[in-house]
């Protein structure tokens, strides 16, 4: 899911890195970090081929990038699963703006889940708000319950809420495995100082997923200064990602993880 919050409390300058120069900057900041994973935000079976030829490890599915991504329908699942190989992540939003839902729209979410659950995706990707921007804790746990065994994110409508670290600890109660967050900005390297703190007091309760402006040029020095292991972007500045697109990305991301 893309979205473009306004919001935004600190600013870093953007500096892309060189592979030869990530194990520089690892020692710098405290050694090997492990695994790196990426997930593609795709929204075509030609994107979801494209993440399996490039080494991508999952997918999120999504209609309408255009409108920061809806639900896919029953072909575009079918196919993404079927043609990636991949975990395959279904977005779960029926319709754009905001993430205010109405009990026939929740309802409508419940239904999509179980579709989604049917064809044999991996997980779900959802978030619900309350009128006053806050985390709709009790709708999302009923769902989070309604998709087990399936895992489930929440999206970037937690970079809406009026505070994040209240935010992270209610997605906690809900039950979610993972937040998908730019740090409440627009672009992920002005969020960078609020995503190191949010990786720190997630510890390991659950997983922050990295995503809003992710770039090849970007996402080494943002995994060494957030910490973070997981990362979200579509790579789709150009159109349709490539295999090499996504190939160019994981390799930033494991050569941090293995410096």
């Known amino acids: 899911m893309r979205r473009e919050p306004t919001r935004c409390m600190f600013s870093y300058g953007t500096v892309g890195l060189a ?80 993430f205010v839902y109405s009990d026939d729209e929740i309802a409508v979410m419940e239904q999509d889940i179980l579709h989604m659950r049917q064809l044999g995706v991996a997980g779900v990707v ?5 009128s006053d921007g806050t985390v709709d804790v009790d709708a999302t746990r009923r769902l989070v319950a309604l998709a087990r065994p399936l895992q489930v994110t929440f999206h970037r409508a937690f970079d809406e809420t009026p505070s994040l670290e209240q935010a992270l600890e209610d997605v906690i109660a809900t039950g ?30 659950i997983e ?23 990362f979200h972007g579509s790579l789709s500045w150009d159109g349709v990602p490539t295999a090499q697109d996504v190939r160019s990305m994981v390799e930033q991301l494991r050569s941090v993880g293995a410096a």
């Open 19 to 98: 592979p030869t120069e990530n194990k520089t900057l690892c020692k710098r900041v405290g050694g090997s970090m492990g695994k790196m994973i990426f997930e593609l935000c795709a929204e075509t079976v030609g994107a979801c081929v494209a993440a399996r030829d490039g080494g991508a490890d999952r997918i999120e599915l999504c209609s309408a990038l255009s409108e920061d991504g809806l639900t896919p329908s029953h072909g575009l699942l079918h196919e993404a699963i079927v043609k990636s190989g991949l975990p395959v992540h279904g977005l779960v939003r029926p319709r754009g703006g905001g």
């Open 126 to 130: 959802l978030g619900l708000l309350k």
């Open 176 to 205: 979610c495995d993972r937040v998908l967050t730019s740090g409440g900005c627009a672009d992920v390297m002005q969020g960078a100082d609020v995503l190191a703190r949010l990786v720190a007091q997630a510890g390991d309760r």
């Open 208 to 230: 922050i997923a990295v995503g809003g402006g992710l770039r090849t040029t970007n996402a080494a020095e943002l995994a060494m200064r957030t910490r973070a292991k997981s």
